[in-house]
């Protein structure tokens, strides 16, 4: 047995975080970007413009 630790290939790369994300209102017709996400834990947000931000509130 040796006691040598074992590298994985990639183990020491450095992560990578994802830039600016732009989303996109969920209503019908509406193609504005979205700033407000409503989700509850453990599941995919669903985003909504300024303008139709209570749409998001069926989602908490």
Excluded: Y
Aim: glycine share 10%.
């Amino acid at each position: 047995m040796s006691d040598e630790l074992i590298r994985l290939p990639g183990a020491m790369e450095p992560v990578t975080r994802p830039g600016i994300q732009h989303h996109r209102c969920e209503h019908p017709g509406c193609c504005k970007n979205a700033g407000w996400g409503f989700a509850k834990p453990r599941q995919t947000p669903h985003w909504f413009c300024f303008e139709h931000r209570a749409d998001g509130e069926r989602f908490l």
